[in-house]
């Protein structure tokens, strides 16, 4: 487990600490990339990563970022699902979930991917 703490939020990469529904809520309705997913579809994935990281709030324990990856476990690995919610944008949160998953954590010496219309900053 890797806890970092960033400012007024902490990352956390453990899977049973992911508010489900919160991440459900913006994949299904902010997301473009998530937006054609059905709920079954959603809930069918969430066995499957190799590793999420969460981003919450440190004073109220409430999730405003997500990251989750797909890997092979050796070499390389998907990064997925990357968000933080709007009021928390704009701090530099979204560069350290996404540093928290790559380089703080098993996959640090991966080969890692990311297809996305409009994160090329992270």
Do not use: K
Request: glycine share 12%; no cysteine.
């Amino acid at each position: 487990m890797v806890i970092f703490n960033f400012g007024a939020y902490e990352l956390d990469d453990d899977a049973n600490r992911t508010d489900r529904d919160a991440v459900w809520e913006f994949l299904s309705t902010e997301a473009y990339w998530g937006r054609t997913r059905s709920g079954r579809t959603s809930t069918r994935s969430w066995p499957l990563p190799w590793r999420v990281v969460g981003a919450y709030e440190t004073a109220t324990g409430r999730q405003v970022g997500f990251a989750r990856a797909i890997s092979d476990g050796v070499a390389f690995a998907y990064l997925a699902d990357v968000f933080i919610l709007a009021g928390a944008r704009g701090g530099g949160l979204g560069r350290e979930l996404v540093a928290t998953m790559i380089d703080r954590g098993p996959g640090a010496g991966f080969r890692w991917s990311l297809h996305t219309s409009d994160a090329h900053d992270l």
